[in-house]
């Protein structure tokens, strides 16, 4: 059966997609039962796993109010903050054995993500620790790279009022694509390449930020790219309080101050709370993430992206390809 465009066979206890992805963990090394049951569990419940993870469920909101009256007496403040009071995330060597080591993403601009939706053969890059610096989940391993699913984004519907639209989450090649279509057809549907480099346009356009997402248990490899804003992103929001699940693009903002007039726009866009503006904008290089939403919305053209090598390297999937044939060439 064709899992793009076939129905599930009712014979069946267990769909398709389900023993596809089971099977794809078996021969996934290091990739243990508990993987494979974390990784059902979250492809299978994604709703429910985020609305947890983000404490947006109303018995995690209990809890934490519990917690806080309990621990309030001992609570101190932060010492190490940004230019604008936002807690300063790790460096940029995120390989500290932290939970976001196995779920995490990299920050990539516009042009980045667009080749990540745009690959039509299949890639392995394996172990890419110089351009993911987690210990965990760094490996690119694109199976039908072109089956991409959009799929209404998780934080955004935990959310009360969540920003618009709700289907910008894309879920790329295989065996995660079908997973998601069979399991989640109400809030899912199958986009082409094209498609796809609209969304992710769009979402660029309204000063949202693009990361590639990965995950230990999603086979311990690039799975999505999430088009994040910082008022529904649990994972913007778990770096905002200094958890480091972000990696930078390994770009960083430079402001020309003698064309910055201090409007203030870019503050006013920065997704990060990188941005203050003292007579003209001022960067703060620990919190800068490099997403490029800055750049795009100053009018005098003050801003500009510099490669920085404290930041990493960056995800440009062409070139590594590139670079991978180079040296079996």
Request: glycine share 8%; charged share 15%.
């Amino acid at each position: 059966m064709d899992q793009k465009n076939g129905s599930p066979n009712s014979h069946w206890p267990v769909l398709p997609s389900t023993r596809t992805f089971i099977e794809a963990g078996r021969h996934t090394p290091g990739y243990s039962f508990f993987d494979r049951l974390h990784g059902y569990i979250y492809a299978r419940w994604p709703y429910l796993y985020i609305e947890i993870g983000t404490g947006e469920h109303r018995l995690v909101k209990a809890f934490r109010a519990l917690q806080s009256v309990i621990l309030r007496p001992f609570s101190r403040p932060a010492a190490n903050t940004s230019l604008n009071g936002v807690p300063r995330p790790h460096g940029a060597n995120l390989a500290s054995g932290t939970a976001a080591d196995g779920y995490h993403g990299k920050v990539v601009l516009l042009s980045a993500a667009t080749q990540l939706v745009s690959v039509n053969e299949p890639v392995r890059l394996p172990n890419l620790e110089q351009i993911i610096p987690y210990i965990r989940a760094r490996d690119i391993i694109l199976q039908n790279p072109d089956h991409i699913i959009a799929l209404d984004c998780p934080c955004r519907t935990s959310r009360a009022n969540p920003c618009l639209p709700l289907d910008v989450c894309l879920i790329i090649g295989e065996p995660f694509a079908s997973f998601v279509a069979e399991h989640q057809p109400q809030h899912s549907r199958w986009i082409t390449s094209q498609e796809a480099a609209g969304i992710l346009k769009a979402e660029d356009e309204r000063g949202h930020v693009h990361h590639a997402f990965f995950k230990d248990a999603m086979l311990g490899r690039f799975y999505a790219i999430c088009n994040c804003c910082a008022c529904c992103c649990g994972a913007m929001q778990a770096q905002r309080r200094g958890t480091p699940m972000l990696a930078s693009s390994g770009y960083l903002s430079h402001i020309d101050e003698s064309l910055c007039i201090g409007c203030g726009t870019c503050a006013e866009s920065c997704q990060f709370g990188a941005i203050q503006v003292n007579g003209y904008a001022q960067v703060d290089s620990e919190v800068c993430m490099g997403c490029g939403v800055c750049l795009s919305h100053c009018d005098q053209g003050a801003i500009s992206l510099e490669r920085d090598p404290s930041k990493g390297v960056p995800l440009e999937i062409y070139c590594l390809i590139e670079e991978i044939s180079s040296v079996r060439a």
